[in-house]
């Protein structure tokens, strides 16, 4: 938690974090996040890169099987 447990997420024009991107380094390990993501049941943002979700804070979280500018892994 950057401020405090709890807290609302900032006003869509504060300083701050806006996202921040976990690439899976194979198709297993992308495999079990897409499975967690989905046994959670959060809401997703999809796209050609990859899966968004939400932290509780409202930062982006992109989970993704892949570098910018690099072939897929796996």
Request: aromatic letters at 6%; glycine letters at 12%; proline letters at 9%.
């Amino acid at each position: 938690t950057w401020k405090g447990e709890g807290l609302s997420p900032a006003p869509p024009q504060a300083l701050g974090l806006r996202y921040f991107t976990v690439v899976a380094p194979d198709a297993a390990e992308w495999a079990r996040l897409q499975g967690r993501v989905a046994a959670l049941g959060l809401p997703v943002e999809t796209d050609e890169a990859g899966i968004t979700v939400r932290d509780p804070a409202g930062i982006r979280v992109r989970l993704t099987n892949r570098m910018l500018g690099l072939a897929p892994a796996g």
